[in-house]
């Protein structure tokens, strides 16, 4: 059975990924179980994993090299690198810490699938690696100003995947993921911090008067673009939008989610965040066009699919 790596495999994205690829490959998560949020949601998430007896579990940290030399072994055929400081006003707290994981972590990955003869090497990228806005929706040739150091992050990780693969001939795919929800998504994003409130009838708060926008891609999508780059080299060497194709603000989100929820929260408008995107919106030509990428969940049934498994899992 071939072998397959994902680093951050117990995240929200990572586990998602590894349960389908496990279906058919041999996965080996390595995760630090870092505490930006609750490692017991990560505990849980490899609860789930682990029941499928082709998945194993290594914690340890994408900056120790030995450990990734270990770890990616010349058994390995792909990796889905998709651990990393995520978060943008965490990165405007402590720009290290994503320079740190993202940056060198991602050089690391790089540089021991280089080594072991890794086939693929797909890459997590980011909207947030556009920054400002020039012209909507953003296609790959829109120019790439982050506005928050997360973003200077994955750009620069983006570019050493393309050098490994112009450089020194290493297949890497990047994937520029435009705010990702759906089951087992991160506390800290707010999809999930909005559907908590409202649930308990606690008041939202919303940075700015939610007239931002953003491009929603439900989870499912997400794992389909990853899943198809194992049977295919037609991406190679690229970077590709993968979202959901539509923008809605922030304040059609939380109508729906009213509608979803039955809440009565009171909605609270404060000041803009340094760092946040104004906008966002994906030009999925690309990506349709290399490796036939159709996002197929309407936020209205994403967002519903999400409440319903919140509901389920909040206990
Ligand atoms: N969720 C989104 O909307 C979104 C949008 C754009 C890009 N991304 C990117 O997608 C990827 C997955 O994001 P997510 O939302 O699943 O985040 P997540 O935080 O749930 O998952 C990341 C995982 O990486 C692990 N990790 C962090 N630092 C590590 C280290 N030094 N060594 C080993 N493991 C480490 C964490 O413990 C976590 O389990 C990230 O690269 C993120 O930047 C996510």
């Given at each position: 059975m071939s072998k397959v790596v994902i680093?951050?495999?117990?995240?929200?994205?990572?586990?998602?990924?590894?349960?389908?690829?496990?279906?058919?490959?041999?996965?080996?998560?390595i995760d630090n179980l870092d505490d930006y949020y609750s490692p017991d949601l990560k505990r849980r998430n490899l609860e789930i994993l682990l029941a499928n007896p082709n998945v194993r579990f290594v914690e340890g940290d994408i900056t120790d090299t030995d450990l990734l030399r270990r770890v990616i072994d010349s058994d390995v055929e792909f990796v889905y690198h998709e651990a990393a400081q995520a978060g943008v006003r965490i990165s405007v707290e402590n720009p290290f810490k994503p320079n740190n994981v993202n940056v060198l972590?991602?050089?690391?990955?790089?540089?021991?699938?280089l080594d072991a003869g890794v086939k693929r090497v797909i890459n997590a990228s980011s909207s947030s690696v556009y920054g400002k806005v020039k012209y909507l929706p953003f296609d790959e040739a829109h120019p790439t100003m982050p506005v928050s150091p997360y973003g200077v992050?994955?750009?620069?990780?983006?570019?050493?995947c393309r050098v490994f693969y112009e450089?020194?001939?290493?297949?890497?795919v990047s994937l520029r993921y435009f705010t990702v929800y759906g089951p087992r998504m991160r506390p800290d994003l707010a999809i999930s911090i909005f559907a908590r409130k409202m649930l308990a009838n606690e008041p939202i708060t919303v940075y700015g008067d939610g007239e931002q926008t953003r491009d929603f891609t439900y989870i499912d999508d997400i794992v389909?673009?990853?899943?198809?780059?194992?049977?295919?080299?037609?991406?190679?060497?690229?970077?590709?939008?993968?979202?959901?194709g539509h923008r809605i603000t922030v304040n059609d989100l939380i109508a729906h989610l009213r509608e979803i929820t039955g809440s009565a929260s009171e909605v609270v408008y404060s000041d803009k965040q340094k760092g946040d995107a104004e906008h966002t919106l994906a030009d999925i030509g690309l990506a349709e066009g290399l490796v036939e990428y159709r996002p197929a969940t309407a936020i209205a049934d994403g967002l519903k699919k999400f409440v319903e498994w919140y509901t389920a899992h909040s206990r």
């Open positions: 680093t951050g495999g117990a995240g929200f994205i990572g586990s998602h990924i590894a349960e389908e690829v496990a279906k058919e490959y041999e996965v080996v998560i972590g991602t050089l690391n990955v790089l540089k021991a699938s992050s994955k750009l620069a990780a983006e570019h050493y450089v020194y001939g290493l297949p890497t389909r673009v990853n899943r198809g780059l194992l049977e295919t080299n037609a991406a190679d060497g690229h970077v590709m939008n993968v979202g959901g």
